[in-house]
């Protein structure tokens, strides 16, 4: 639908104030501490406003004492969407950033796409927004036009204030939203030029930095009401388990848990319903878990039993070694491997992962005769009404999904079953319930990243040349997760890094090999980018080192002349994220200025302590380009250190740059997780791993001394921004490492094999 | 059974089982939701509070253990967020999520309160057991030399 539809005051009212029940519930604790706000800009506060005014689409308001409303239809995670996006809307509204305040979105189609997930927010939503300031700004021009009978064209917008030059005369915003009724919504608005920005690419300060830094900032798992439960549920070890026969007994003497309930089975396929399991409602979380503790369960384990990673790893490798489903293909690899000087051929593995963002699932939920509230870190919310709505059996317009602040997402997030999981029990209860997940919960029935498998040939002529370059991919997909029939990587997860190689090599073949799922698949922050991107960017430097070559000079060969590539020209399905090369293509001079641009930040070339090592790599993903230099070197017990990283992005145009920049360090931080540590296992069917002690993350000791960002200034309509720093990560250290020790590491985690 | 407790200057009676873990007495029965919970064994340091100034990890720390004292939380270090290490926080942009911060902060505070210059090893040793997943620690190293300087002219003047 449409976000940019007039609404009457009337429908305004009628439209949101379908969630005035909820608004009766507003979160207790953050309420209760909320002071005087030192910003105009509160935190938690939804949509609807206070009061109705001029409301020229579903984004802004416009009150008569001239504040701007402007809603937040995206979830807020880290990325800093709740400053950029109304940076983009006041901007083009001219209004004054001291007179706007933000207001959270429910759940609702009104809105358009809310999922926030796929680095979306900015690259599909840009024109969206501007359009929705625009629109307004044009209005209010037309209205003060009318009143003083000049023509529109002579009056123009300054600082929240239409003004007539030549009459001196000037409206504010709010006087001027008694005089828009039956001004029509503009079909194409007039975008501001570039010079004329006054937000948009400003580095402004976190709208939630006060709440941030003072407790206030109120999470899913802050969330509140009188009278509810803390619920904490048991679930079967092994994805698809159900429970054969349960004791409650001694959990209901755990003093303060007041029930004990089963819920129902899993779903096959899992979609985003809750898994099913033994629940332990309470009056706190502690006693909720002790009652959890003093369960005596039974399983049926199911068809997902005897899952196990070390095996699994042996066939999933196996899988990539054969010939698989053709992807993309240019010239002959056979022929050429018949006239190749050298041939080289590498396997490269990767482990399951856990999102892992530091506040795990958590939802508050009530259930009443208008229905279900429910308050949930949601990256979703859209889908969290409708996995609501099918688990309670209600019509979907009857779930009110609330969107509180996201303590992480990472793709863990957008998957609602949390929410769907506090629906149920505040039904089942007649109470609200909140449903907190452990970290152990987190990391072992979560939706995990892919294990993969990557086998790659390469064949060499006499100059060092790459004549041909063959690509096998094989991991279970996400679509499992949707279709049990799903046997191995669909077309949209190859386009995630696989597809879109932008090598000028004359012979290429591109293949997806089967794998079978046996947990939830789920995304992780980047996708398939991470293991592409580990694949492909190791490789390339084990074939410049294996041409006596350095290793960027021979990623700039490799780029080829300048040019775009559509890997439609060699037969392959592939979707650029959504979006038309036209406007976001793959441009391999852009490619190779952000390769250039990195190399000449981090000195490469220069000469290193002993024992130290450079690595490079490059990749693109979600519509923006990432380089990364690494300096990697041994610890003083030799195991693998990383002293310092360089990147240069190429977003296109950015609206906050410090908001890159931190995407981009966060970035560095996140790939260095997933290299050096990140590994879930599974032994009998169940995740071994329970806690940061066997899933260790990036701590401050092992942060680099710098993370020193470049963002390319391009004249490019605007790209991903909060993944496409994590893929380049891997390689850059793998191959860094390589550089410093000699010793080639094909397998993530890296840290693994040298006691990161 | 109650526990009779300060926080943040004001004296409590919390009626909890004293084996509870202050982390979420504070939560969920003081109504204080600014100490997170991430992992519940001492291993992330989203929980970290002050007892008697010095820091604890709330999550592994019985409610009992803090009878009689002093419990700091973050929404009892300054009423205004005017506390000058939360004045660099957001002078530097450091929160992204946000979530892990409170116990960031609350680790930083202790460590100036002991050590008011600290040099990167300081903070590396004093702030590794608080995990950010969403990766500011070069913002937060930053932000901790920042507040230093900060605390040091306001100290002096």
């Keep these: 639908m449409n976000g940019l539809v007039r609404l009457s005051r009337r429908e305004f009212l009628r439209q949101t104030g379908r969630a005035g029940g909820g608004l009766a519930f507003a979160l207790v604790a953050a309420s209760a501490l909320r002071p005087a706000p030192a910003l105009a800009i509160a935190v938690s506060r939804e949509a609807p406003g206070g009061t109705a005014g001029f409301a020229p689409n579903v984004y802004v ?185 349960f004791d409650a007994a001694a959990a209901r003497k755990v003093a303060g848990v007041v029930d004990v309930i089963e819920m129902p089975a899993p779903t096959s396929p899992p979609l985003f319903n809750p898994l099913g399991g033994i629940a332990v409602l309470a009056t706190n979380t502690w006693s909720a878990q002790r009652g959890r503790a003093a369960l005596d369960i039974e399983w049926e384990p199911g068809a997902n039993a005897a899952y196990d990673s070390e095996k699994y790893r042996e066939e999933l490798l196996a899988s990539a070694r054969k010939e698989g489903r053709l992807v993309r293909q240019r010239g002959n690899v056979a022929v050429a491997r018949d006239a190749a000087a050298r041939t080289h051929v590498a396997d490269y593995y990767a482990p399951h992962l856990a ?27 859209q889908a969290t009404q409708d996995t609501v709505a099918g688990v309670l059996g209600i019509d979907k317009s009857r779930v009110r999904a609330h969107v509180t602040l996201l303590g992480g997402g990472f793709g863990r997030k957008s998957k609602p079953d949390f929410g769907a999981e506090a ?24 939706y995990f990243h892919s294990v993969s498998a990557q086998h790659l040939e390469a064949t060499l002529d006499a100059d060092g040349r790459v004549t041909s370059w063959l690509h096998r991919s094989a991991f279970p997909s996400i679509g499992s997760t949707f279709d049990t029939t799903v046997g191995g990587p669909s077309n949209d997860e190859l386009g995630l890094g696989l597809t879109d190689i932008p090598f000028a090599i004359p012979n290429l073949r591109l293949e997806a090999c089967d794998a079978a799922a046996h947990v939830r698949i789920g995304w992780l922050r980047s996708v398939c980018n991470v293991y592409h991107a580990f694949a492909i960017g190791s490789f390339a430097d084990e074939l410049a080192h294996l041409a006596g070559k350095d290793p960027h000079t021979f990623l700039r060969e490799l780029m080829g002349p300048a040019r775009r590539i559509d890997p439609a020209e060699d037969a392959a399905t592939y979707d650029n994220y959504g979006q038309p090369l036209a406007t976001h293509p793959i441009d391999t001079a852009r490619i190779t200025a952000v390769l250039d641009r990195v190399a000449d930040m981090a000195g490469w070339g220069r000469v290193l302590p002993e024992g130290r090592g450079l690595g490079i790599a490059v990749h693109r993903s979600f519509l923006a380009t990432v ?70 993350v990036v701590r401050m000791s092992e942060a680099p001394s710098a993370i020193h960002v470049h963002i390319m200034e391009v004249d490019a309509p605007p790209g991903g921004v909060g993944e496409p720093g994590v893929p380049p990560v891997a390689p850059a250290i793998a191959n860094a490492w390589f550089a410093a020790t000699g010793e080639r590491l094909r397998e993530m985690p890296l840290g693994k094999a040298r006691g990161a | 059974m109650a526990v009779e407790l300060t926080i943040n200057g004001e004296g409590r009676s919390l009626d909890v089982d004293p084996q509870m873990p202050l982390l979420w007495a504070l939560r969920d029965v003081a109504g204080l939701t600014g100490t997170k919970y991430g992992c519940g064994k001492a291993l992330c340091g989203a929980c970290v509070v002050h ?106 003047s």
């Design chain 2, 51 to 156: 007892v008697d100034g010095e820091p604890v990890r709330a999550c592994a720390f019985p409610v009992s253990a803090a009878a009689g004292r002093d419990v700091t939380t973050i929404e009892g270090l300054s009423a205004d967020g005017s506390h000058p290490v939360q004045k660099a926080w957001r002078a530097l942009n450091v929160p992204q999520c946000g979530y892990c911060q409170s116990g960031q902060i609350m680790s930083a505070v202790a460590l100036l309160a002991r050590n008011p210059k600290p040099t990167d090893a300081d903070i590396d040793t004093a702030m590794s057991g608080n995990i950010c997943r969403c990766g500011t620690y070069t913002r937060i190293r930053a932000a901790i030399h920042e507040a230093a300087v900060q605390k040091s002219a306001g100290d002096a």
């Design chain 1, 355 to 381: 999102q892992a963002p530091m506040e795990p699932p958590a939802a508050l939920a009530r259930f009443g005769e208008d229905g279900c509230d429910v308050w949930s870190c949601t990256q979703n919310p």
């Design chain 1, 423 to 446: 629906a149920w029990l505040a039904r089942e209860t007649g109470k609200p319930v909140k449903v907190t997940w452990t970290r152990e919960d987190d990391l072992r029935h979560g």
């Design chain 1, 627 to 696: 380089a990364t230099v690494a300096e990697v070197g041994r610890d003083k017990d030799g195991g693998l250190k990383v002293h310092e990283l360089w990147t240069a992005i190429d977003a296109g145009q950015v609206i906050n740059p410090d908001r890159v920049v931190a995407q981009m360090e966060g970035a560095g931080i996140f790939g260095m997780s997933l290299a050096l540590h990140g590994e879930l296992t599974a032994r009998d069917g169940g995740i071994v791993q329970g806690n940061f002690d066997t899933y260790p």
């Design chain 1, 61 to 245: 308001n416009i009150r008569t004492d001239g504040v701007v409303e402007i809603v937040c239809h995206r979830s807020e995670m880290g990325q800093g969407i709740r400053t950029c996006l109304p940076q983009i809307i006041a901007d083009e509204l001219d209004a004054d950033w001291d007179r706007i305040e933000l207001l959270q979105a429910l759940g609702d189609e009104k809105y358009g796409d809310q999922n926030t997930d796929g680095s979306t927010s900015i690259r599909r939503h840009f024109d969206l927004l501007r359009g929705a300031g625009a629109a307004a700004r044009e209005m209010l021009v037309t209205a003060a036009a009318a009143s003083w009978g000049v023509p529109a064209a002579e009056c123009v917008t300054r600082n929240h204030s239409v003004h007539h030059e030549d009459s001196g005369r000037k409206l504010g915003y709010g006087e001027l939203v008694a005089l828009t009724e039956g001004i029509p919504v503009p079909d194409k608005p007039a975008f501001k030029s570039k010079a004329d920005y006054r937000y948009i690419g400003r580095s402004l300060d976190t709208i939630d930095g006060f709440d941030m830094s003072t407790g206030r900032a109120a999470y899913g798992i802050d969330a509140a009401l009188p009278g509810m439960l803390h619920a904490s549920i048991e679930r079967c070890p092994v994805h698809g388990g159900r429970v054969r026969r």
